[in-house]
């Protein structure tokens, strides 16, 4: 008798992790980000650039996890839509920064109080170290997947 391979989803870490992606993502698109015509990771560039202001593309890319060409992609939707503006760094012509136009600032604005509150309803019934303990190990465990620490 064979015996079969066997791998228990329930407890196998990227199972894990993907199903609550997978959930927070579905809840924030359809309950927010549709109504606006925003992508997941269209809002992870709004929501990057809203916390640490205008950065040079390709820092932006690093710090969403976004691949450079699709990122442009990306800001080039965002400036179409009236989110973001798109210029030439004054030190060097190769550098281009990105920066939040009003309405993006605006829109961000209204979306973090969801965005927060979905995190809440993830949370709920964790106690506070064992959050800091989970969120401090998928920092952890970001870095060993991409060999350095996490931007």
Same mark, same amino acid.
């Given at each position: ?8 989803? !329930? ?13 927070? $993502? ?18 992870? $560039? ?6 640490? !202001? ?16 699709? %990122? ?9 839509? &009236?989110?973001?503006? @798109? ?11 990105v920066e939040l136009a009003p309405q993006g600032r605006a829109l961000v @604005?209204? %979306? ?12 709920? &019934? ?21 060999? &350095?620490?996490? $931007?």
């Amino acid at each position: 008798m064979t015996r079969r391979a066997h791998l228990d989803l !329930g407890n196998y870490l990227p199972y894990l992790i993907n199903r609550v992606g997978s959930a927070l $993502v579905s809840t924030f698109f359809q309950d927010e980000l549709a109504r606006h015509r925003l992508s997941i990771a269209m809002w992870r $560039v709004l929501a990057a650039l809203s916390n640490n !202001g205008e950065q040079r593309q390709i820092d932006l890319a690093a710090m969403t996890s976004i691949e450079a060409s699709t %990122l442009s992609r990306l800001v080039t939707r965002l400036i179409r839509m &009236g989110l973001v503006t @798109r210029s030439r760094s004054k030190t060097s012509s190769r550098e281009v920064l990105v920066e939040l136009a009003p309405q993006g600032r605006a829109l961000v @604005r209204r %979306l973090i109080p969801a965005a927060e509150e979905l995190e809440r309803t993830a949370i709920a &019934g964790l106690p506070a170290k064992d959050l800091a303990v989970v969120k401090n190990a998928l920092r952890k465990m970001y870095e060993n997947m991409e060999g &350095g620490p996490p $931007v």
